[in-house]
């Protein structure tokens, strides 16, 4: 119903900006559960319609990564997310031109001496798993040496190993940064990115790597500041440890973390006794209260990067990372009814 509205009131001929392609790896997700062609197809024809790109300088000189939205901002995470479709579709029916700018672009990427890619919690979502997957692709392990490099930099200044919670980059950091009760100020749908990110990353790496028990450290650490930051109607607010920042229901977030927790336990890491409950309520505010009759996703917080006391969050509001983000977490819960 969800994904069928979305397709039906939206083409896929748009850019392979992170919006879009975070709507793609959901869509990607009920695919592999449904074998659906159509939904296949829609990805397909959105992959197409970018030459199997992001950004599409050829001038490798001229290549950054900081924030934009030219074609110059090749090796800016935004731009990346899109080649974990283009993953998915190649392991489908596998055609070299399908990954062959994903291979290019990493490639280089993993070949500088630079580590720090990934300075906003978003990125750690768009572009962690772009970098299991090619180590699945081509066997290099240098793509998961990066991806712990990259990590540990994001880590250094945006990790709080004290709430075990992520700001949403380095201007959020308490103390310079508060929320309105002085606290804290952790934005959902950030540490819903990173959340679910951490779930694809374990999902596609090696039981053997180095590093996998800081990474689950990390991911089970978050899952109980998650279920201990949730309210009682099953959602969390966009500011998750105060409520009172910016009040009310956010689906983005809360699809992420549901997500999360349900691919926890499926996957036997979290401990149904403890985390199940939050799980369903997660799921329960996703189908009562943010999905609409027609099958719109409602309650989705607009593009931003933070918690903005006053902005106007309610059932019209929708987007198509939100959409993919409800689709997530509904496979999931599928997976968990049907395990």
């Given at each position: 119903m969800v994904n069928h509205y979305w397709q039906a009131n939206n083409k896929p001929q748009v850019r392979a900006f992170w919006d879009h392609a975070a709507y793609h790896t959901g869509n990607m997700e009920i695919y592999q559960l449904t074998k659906n062609e159509a939904y296949r197809k829609y990805s397909e024809d959105w992959a197409i319609y970018n030459n199997w790109m992001g950004a599409k300088s050829t001038d490798q000189s001229q290549?950054?990564?900081?924030?934009?939205?030219?074609?110059?901002?090749?090796?800016?995470?935004?731009?990346?997310?899109?080649?974990?479709?283009?993953?998915?579709?190649?392991?489908?029916?596998?055609?070299?031109?399908?990954?062959?700018?994903?291979?290019?672009?990493?490639?280089?990427?993993?070949?500088?001496?630079?580590?720090?890619?990934?300075?906003?919690?978003?990125?750690?979502?768009?572009?962690?798993?772009?970098?299991?997957?090619?180590?699945k692709l081509t066997g290099n392990?240098?793509?998961?040496?990066?991806?712990?490099?990259?990590?540990t930099y994001s880590n250094s200044i945006m990790y709080d190993k004290k709430a075990?919670?992520?700001?949403?980059?380095?201007?959020?950091?308490y103390p310079e940064h508060k929320s309105s009760n002085g606290g804290k100020d952790f934005w959902a749908r950030g540490d819903g990115w990173v959340f679910a990110g951490l779930a694809k990353v374990l999902k596609d790496l090696p039981k053997n790597d180095p590093h996998r028990k800081d990474y689950l450290k990390i991911y089970k650490g978050m899952?109980?500041?998650?279920?201990?930051?949730?309210?009682?109607?099953?959602?969390?607010?966009?500011s998750m440890l105060d409520p009172q920042h910016a009040p009310g229901p956010e689906?983005?977030?809360?699809?992420?973390?549901?997500?999360?927790?349900?691919?926890?336990?499926?996957?036997?890491?979290?401990?149904?006794?403890?985390?199940?409950l939050s799980a369903k309520l997660g799921w329960n505010y996703?189908?009562?209260?943010?999905?609409?009759?027609?099958?719109?996703?409602?309650?989705?917080?607009?593009?931003?990067e933070k918690a903005i006391p006053g902005q106007i969050v309610d059932a019209k509001s929708t987007a198509n990372f939100g959409v993919g983000a409800f689709?997530?977490?509904?496979?999931?819960?599928?997976?968990?009814?049907?395990k």
């Open positions: 290549w950054k990564y900081q924030y934009g939205e030219g074609d110059d901002y090749v090796l800016f995470g935004d731009w990346q997310i899109c080649f974990q479709t283009y993953i998915d579709l190649y392991n489908i029916q596998p055609d070299e031109q399908k990954i062959a700018r994903a291979k290019e672009v990493m490639g280089y990427q993993i070949n500088t001496d630079k580590n720090n890619y990934w300075w906003w919690a978003d990125g750690l979502y768009m572009v962690m798993p772009v970098m299991t997957k090619l180590y392990k240098k793509f998961l040496e990066k991806l712990h490099e990259y990590l075990k919670l992520y700001y949403r980059d380095a201007k959020y950091v899952a109980m500041a998650i279920i201990n930051s949730q309210q009682k109607g099953g959602y969390w607010t966009r689906t983005s977030g809360t699809a992420f973390f549901t997500y999360g927790l349900f691919w926890g336990i499926n996957n036997g890491i979290l401990k149904e006794r403890r985390f199940l996703l189908t009562q209260t943010s999905l609409q009759k027609d099958g719109r996703v409602g309650f989705v917080q607009p593009i931003g689709l997530l977490a509904g496979c999931e819960y599928y997976r968990f009814l049907t």
